[in-house]
Structures are given as C-alpha cells and as structure tokens.
C-alpha cells in the first residue's frame, strides 16, 4: 500500500487513527470531574502535538539516520515563522501560500548553514549549528529589526499592504488565516452528555500536513538514499576508503530536516501570525532533541511520541498549581492534606521541569531506545508468555 511493506503500512495506519481521533482519545474524562485537568483535547495543545512532531520527524532524519546531533535547528523553525508572516502581511492570509515559503526559505538557509557545518564531524559540527543559530537569534532580535520587529515580533497590523487580500475586515478587525476561506480557527464542539470534544479546522490541516510528512520520512527511511545515511551513522570512515563521498548525502539530509523544520514554522504561524526570535532560541533546538531521543532517535515513530509527551508535560502539568492539589487531597485530614501538597508541589506547576527531568532520566537509563523501547519490551513479553501459556495447556493431561 503506497509503496510500503506490511508493517509500515500498520504503522501509518496507527498514526492516522490516533492522529484523527485524538479529539476524542485525548479528552478521556468528564469535563466537570476532577481529573478533567488531564485532558488535552482542545485545539492549541493539540495542534502543538502535531507541529511539534513534524519538527521531530525532520529532526530525526538528520539525527537518527546520520547520528549527526545538530544544536541549531530552532533557526529554520524562526526563519519558516517569519516567511509565514511575511506571506500573510504581503500577499494573501490563505495559509497555502505562507506555508510553501516557509519550507523554501528554511530549505535554503539550511543550505548555506549545512554547507558550512558538515565540513566538521562530531561535537564540532554540534558546535557550529550551535553557533550559527545563536547569531540568527541575535540578528533577528537586535539587527535585523526591520524584518524581524525585535524583541516585540513580526506580526499582522491594519496596514499590511495585502495584494490578494483585504488589510482589514468589515468590522475593522485584522483578518485572520485560512484555507481558501476555511478560518484555521473555527471549532466544531460536540457535547455528549459530560464530555466535550472539540474538532478544529487549524488542528485537521496540521493533521494531514503530519500524516504526509510521516509517510515522506517513512519512504525515505526505506530508500537507498536512507541507507547511505545509516552508512554515514555506521562508519563514515570507511565509506571514504571505499572512496564513496558521504558529504553531499548528509547535506541532502541536513536540508531535508531544515525544510521539516521550516514546515513547522510556517504551520505555527499559519494557526497563530506572530513570529519572534525565541523560536531561534538554543533551548528550542534543545527542546527538539529532547523529543527525539525520549521518543527513540532512528525510529519512526519515537520522534512523534517524544513530541507529544513533552508538550504534554508543558501544558498540562505546568497548569497544575496548589488549590487544584488541595482539591485532589481535601479527603485528608488537614495536616496530612498539607504534607502531600508540599511533597508534591515542586514536581508540578513551575516546577514541572523537574518531572520532566527525572522521567528523562529513567529513560536514558532504563529503555535506552527511548518510548518505542519500551512499547517492543511490553509487546515482546506478551508475545513470549502467550505461546508459554498455550504449550502448558496443551502439554498438560488431566490426572485420571
């Protein structure tokens, strides 16, 4: 099916289902009960999930195919946001445009950063990504203000000089995106007794802009392009001696996870218009390493799980502050309600970076090859107590 074998075709097949349905899988308790704090089934969240793991999927082809560890790729997600916004102020506020420059712009500056960096190997060529992504921090903040607004960001005003489009609404307003008149952010809710599912139009798009570049990267994984790169990650130094040139196939790659990059750029600023340079920043390029590696760098489908767990964290139990905990334990005594809030509190709310860490920990640890590790370990097992339990049925005879 689309020219993929039998497992990969079940793997596409998992993601889209829990791709299209996660309004209602990530929405799995009663809106007024109190464990409705871990629901993550609205539209923001939602569409951070999907944006995000188009950024890790790219990722993972440089990162899990090459083993090369760029620190800078936060720049392509900056440079695809701005490009977007740029699209929207100029020409039109129909998304297809803005994201299309996104993924050239960002293809392209991935280019010239590639070019430069990959004549380095190891912690070097990490350092150089690093670096040129911190001078596109620094130029989109302080420089190059007149594109980049500085600090204060890129974003739409009444003024725009729209070509294709109207600079302000009947009502005065700015307009806002969509997808040839579909507004990205128009909500379907649907009430089933205390449950609320949301189904957003911006979060579909996203969706299927997702499902297209999981099948692109699950294609590339199985090409013989994909094999040069795990040859690259394997031993480079022997393929020079073979006199094979690995540098133009990691370029290739460098600016293939550079356009991913620049994709989920421009799909922020498609379902938000506003760019600024803390998309640039180290930690966002931190941040999407940490995905990948807590997902399972290489594989297919850890990168989008590595994704979708740490936004989780963000958002939900960031959220998470003392009354909601006093809520949770008021069936405690008084003293006892105090110790457990204190005891927990500093895992959660502004704390839940400490979560996230230790987690981060135990995975490294405990299932090296990330959350996939973990699903093959628990799968395995099932697979090897099921025949064990079925021979012991059959090689037991009832005593006479």
Known sequence: MLGLNKKDTTLLIIVAALTLLAPFIL????????????????????????????FAIGFNILFGLTGYLSFGHAAFLGVGSYSAVWMFKL????VIPA???????????????????????????SILTLAFAQ????????????????????????????????SATADGSIPVTNLFGIEMRGTYEMVAGPWSFQFNTGYYLCAIIMLLAFYLAVRIFRSPFGMMLRAIKSNNTRMSYTG?????????????????????????????????????????????????ILGGAGTLIGPVLGAGFIKYFENIFSKINDNVLH???????????????????????????????????????FLPGGLVEGGQRIMRAFKRRKPDETSSETTTEPAE
């Open 244 to 292: 094979l040139n690995a540098r133009p196939y990691a370029l290739a790659a460098f600016v293939i996870s550079g356009m991913y990059a620049g994709l989920a750029g421009g799909l922020m600023a498609s379902m938000d218009p506003l760019a600024g340079a803390e998309r640039m920043q180290w930690t966002a390029s931190g941040e999407v390493v940490l995905m990948t």
């Open 327 to 365: 809520s949770w334990f008021s069936f405690m005594p008084d003293g006892l309600e105090d110790a457990m809030v204190a005891l927990v509190y500093p895992f959660i709310g502004k704390g839940w970076h400490l979560t996230l860490g230790i987690l981060f920990m135990l995975v490294v640890i």
């Open 91 to 94: 020409l039109s506020m129909n």
């Open 135 to 166: 001078m596109s921090f620094n130029l989109a903040y302080s420089v190059l203000t007149p594109i980049t607004n500085g600090e204060t960001g890129l974003q739409l005003t009444l003024n725009d000089p729209r070509i294709l489009g109207v």
């Open 99 to 125: 994201i299309i420059l996104s993924v050239i712009v960002a293809g392209l500056f991935a280019l010239l950063i590639g070019f430069i960096s990959l004549r380095r190997s190891g912690i070097y060529f």
């Open 27 to 54: 929405n799995p308790f009663p809106a007024d009960s109190a464990l409705a704090q871990f629901n993550a089934g609205y539209p923001d969240l939602m569409q951070r999930f999907v944006i995000f793991g188009i």
